[in-house]
């Protein structure tokens, strides 16, 4: 039987959503097939946010529909047959996982005032244990609570669970007084024995987005870049006074309402955003349904035109009270939100003493979310120092944004600070932790010219030349590395495989004993993670380079946590083929048995007589290594990346990579076509490849 939790609270606005986020992420990195249900949905009409969060974010393959219970209505219609519906539809979603996170109900109907005790009652019937989640401010949110104030909201509602028979797990103040955390978990603890833990409030998880703000104001958006409209608020200031007393009322984040008909405050507005001494605005919201002048229209067009602008019908006064009654939603198009919530969640709640109290012992199977969530730990555990030289792609800031909220590593970002900055703000992503350099800094620039001068004099390079190398951005972030101001490098999201590792050929170079540098892609199937070499980088290898790339690939995929049982692949199994592709392949394993003799490899071998048990039991009976590979060693690069794509698209597989192997430090490229995930995980590899480094 599946484990679950029922997630609730006392009242409504307590954060709820992100600490089912957080729940959701701490049990995934240990359990196979967690599932998500929500036992009455906030409406009928529209589909629930939270539950959409989550559904994105978990592997099994559940449907929206089937993860709801039932409506505000259908309680309110007859509550016994409701809570009857509720057990029968949770139990289809329970015989599909492993452990289920049910959502409580969100207090949107003010004509239920028992509806903890309901949300008891469904717990108790599911056989739940609840984990309640008291909100650390007052319902209209005008002040954070005291402690003796949130200890009196656990004496009233742990009765409610009592009287309904629902097991109580634990408590999570949420949204608390950041200055008071010890004080409030030792308060409520005084009122019961199960753990209490206090998570402080944060501005950005309750800031609305631009996007939130347009549609509550029935607006359009009139200029700017649709991609910032993810950008949280964090604040209104009302622009209806004079520009000087305007100016100084601009906050970090902010939005400005302005009149339509008030251009030279508009004017103003776009001119302190774009200036480095005024803070960067979130967006503007033009009131009042006045068109632009021509005159105006023309000019702001030749501006900047990244800030969004956006243009409503309504007064002033209905601007302002729409914008200020909009909530923040934690979505799935929110990364930032996404990213805080996590952060916070590990920070003040002990992971392992909620794993453990819900029996999510670790599963034997390995999924790509286990997977991926056990490289940011282990990254996170030992930080390194990674620098992305490519400043200028967003999906690099959004990266670094996560990485830097979840803790996972140190960066330094190449490019323009001013610009990236500004452009890190708009898309949503703190880069306020980040080292921002330009490839042009005079100090480094010499500094870089004249080891990379001293690294190539035989090769005719001068400190002149190497002075113009250097700059460019590959050159200079592997000059960092290779001084040990950085530990590793990731690029590649705009620059070709070759642009991003010929200067670590040159002057990182391979470790000794191999002689060719090579790649890996761990491909994480539904239940375990292989890896396939080489897949990027060689394009015809030599039996000599084959055996370099098996050997360098156990080794990574041990580094890894993959025990390595290497097949070296070819059109033949065994003794029964012959022909200068198939000899190549033997003479490699032959080469690797030498170098390695501990290993287990055999080949040549098929794929399937490597991959299947029952065929490598008829093929190769004898192998060690038939029908239980881990590490697939293809004999060329066409091979290579024609499968492994083939293998991600037709089945599912989550392909991490391409992993660079054989360099004395990291350096990893990243596929022009990276998401912001691949470049996530791609960072968290190569720290740990950094920590290896360092720890050698």
């Known amino acids: 039987m599946a484990r679950s939790i029922y997630i609730t609270s006392a009242e409504g606005h307590s ?40 559904l994105s974010r978990v592997a099994v393959p559940l449907g929206y529909d089937e993860c709801v219970g039932v409506s505000y209505e259908d309680v309110h219609d007859d509550p016994d047959a409701a809570l009857s519906r509720i057990v029968d539809r949770f139990k289809s979603v329970e015989a599909k996982c492993d452990a289920v996170i049910v959502i409580g109900s969100d207090y949107t109907d003010v004509a239920t005032p028992t509806e903890l005790a309901y949300n008891a009652r469904i717990a108790a019937n599911l056989g739940a244990p609840v984990l309640l989640v008291l909100a650390g401010r007052e319902p209209d949110e005008s002040r954070a609570r005291t402690a003796d104030e949130l200890r009196q909201v656990t004496e009233l509602a742990v009765p409610q669970l009592t009287d309904a028979h629902a097991s109580l797990f634990a408590i999570i103040a949420n949204r608390a007084d950041p200055d008071r955390l010890t004080e409030i978990a030792a308060a409520i603890g005084r009122q019961t024995p199960v753990p209490v833990w206090a998570i402080p409030e944060d501005p950005y998880l309750i800031a609305p987005t631009m996007e939130a703000i347009m549609h509550a104001v029935g607006g359009t958006l009139l200029k700017g870049d649709t991609a910032l409209l993810g950008r949280e608020a964090l604040g209104i200031v009302i622009a209806a006074m004079s520009m000087e007393n305007v100016l100084p009322r601009l906050i970090e984040g902010g939005l400005v309402v302005i009149p339509g008909d008030r251009s030279e405050m508009l004017l103003a507005a776009l001119t302190a955003h774009a200036s480095e001494t005024f803070p960067s605005l979130a967006g503007i919201v033009l009131n009042g349904g006045f068109e632009l002048s021509p005159t105006i229209d023309r000019l702001i067009s030749g501006l900047d035109d990244s800030l969004p602008i956006i243009t409503t019908e309504l007064g002033t006064y209905a601007t302002a009270q729409r914008i200020v009654q ?53 990254a996170r555990a030992d930080k390194r120092h990674i620098v992305l030289p490519e400043g200028g792609d967003d999906r690099i800031l959004q990266a670094a944004g996560t990485l830097l909220a979840r803790g996972v590593v140190d960066l330094t970002i190449l490019g323009d600070e001013a610009e990236i900055r500004s452009r890190a703000a708009g898309l949503g992503a703190d880069l306020s932790a980040a080292t921002i350099l330009s490839s042009s800094d005079p100090d480094l620039r010499e500094r870089f010219a004249v080891e990379y001068a001293r690294l190539r ?37 705009a620059h070709t495989t070759a642009h991003t590792i010929t200067p670590a050929l040159q002057f990182i170079k391979t470790v000794e004993g191999v002689s060719v540098v090579s790649s890996v892609f761990f491909m994480a199937m539904e239940d375990r993670v292989l890896v396939y070499g080489d897949c990027a980088v060689v394009p015809d290898p030599t039996a000599d380079e084959l055996a370099d790339i098996a050997i360098s690939a156990a080794a990574t995929a041990r580094q890894f946590g993959i025990e390595p049982s290497v097949a070296m692949l070819s059109y033949s199994t065994g003794e029964s083929g012959a022909g200068a592709g198939v000899d190549k392949v033997r003479a490699a394993t032959t080469l690797v048995r030498e170098r390695q003799p501990g290993l287990a490899v055999d080949g040549p071998i098929q794929y399937d007589a490597a991959a299947d048990a029952v065929v490598g039991m008829a093929k190769m009976p004898n192998s060690p290594v038939a029908g239980h590979a881990t590490v697939f060693i293809f004999p060329d690069l066409n091979t290579g990346n024609n499968t492994y794509k083939a293998v991600q698209r037709s089945s599912g597989a989550v392909a991490i990579g391409p992993v660079l192997q054989g360099l004395r430090k990291p350096v990893n490229d990243l ?21 290896a480094v360092i720890g050698a």
Do not use: C, W
Request: net charge positive; aromatic share 4%; glycine share 8%.
């Open 326 to 378: 909009t909530r923040g939603r934690l979505s799935a198009t929110s990364q930032r939100k996404v990213d805080t919530a996590l952060a916070l969640f590990e920070r003040h709640v002990d992971a392992a003493l909620l794993s453990a109290a819900l029996g999510a012992g670790r599963s034997s199977a390995v999924t790509p979310l286990m997977f991926e969530y056990a490289l940011l730990a282990r």
């Open 671 to 691: 596929s022009r076509g990276a998401l912001v995930r691949d470049i996530v995980n791609t960072v968290a590899i190569t720290a740990i490849q950094a920590q």
């Open 15 to 54: 954060g709820k959503s992100s600490i089912a986020l957080g729940v959701l992420d701490t049990l995934q990195r240990g359990i196979e097939r967690v599932g998500v249900f929500r036992p009455v949905a906030r409406s009928t009409d529209e589909r629930d946010y939270v539950l959409e969060l989550l």
């Open 457 to 493: 004099e035989k090769r005719g390079m001068t400190v002149e030349h190497a002075r113009e190398i250097v700059t460019d951005v590959s050159y200079f972030g592997t000059m960092m590395v290779h001084l040990g101001l950085a530990d590793g490098m990731v690029s590649g999201a």
